[in-house]
């Protein structure tokens, strides 16, 4: 079963087209672009998060591949 965040986190990526080859596509598919966030269970995470070690990890060939990439990200707000 899926966390919350996870959950917020795909529904935050669900325009994302995979698959994902840049930085700019993936700010680009976000609702609020760099502003946006995901929170939940205690934990945050940020497009600007992402955006400061996504750098040379791509391609994102699916949702779950970038999903679980951002997870780890979240810190405790």
């Given at each position: 079963?899926?966390?919350?965040?996870?959950d917020i986190v795909?529904?935050k990526c669900?325009?994302?087209?995979?698959?994902?080859?840049s930085l700019?596509d993936f700010v680009?598919?976000l609702?609020?672009g760099?502003?946006?966030?995901?929170e939940?269970?205690g934990?945050?995470?940020t497009?600007?998060?992402v955006?400061?070690v996504?750098?040379?990890?791509f391609?994102?060939?699916?949702?779950?591949e970038?999903v679980n990439?951002?997870?780890?990200?979240?810190?405790?707000?």
């Open positions: 079963m899926a966390s919350k965040l996870e795909r529904e669900k325009n994302v087209n995979f698959p994902l080859k700019e680009a598919a609702p609020n760099a502003d946006e966030y995901a939940a269970e934990k945050k995470v497009a600007k998060d955006a400061a996504i750098g040379d990890k391609p994102f060939n699916n949702m779950d970038l990439f951002i997870l780890p990200l979240a810190k405790p707000n």
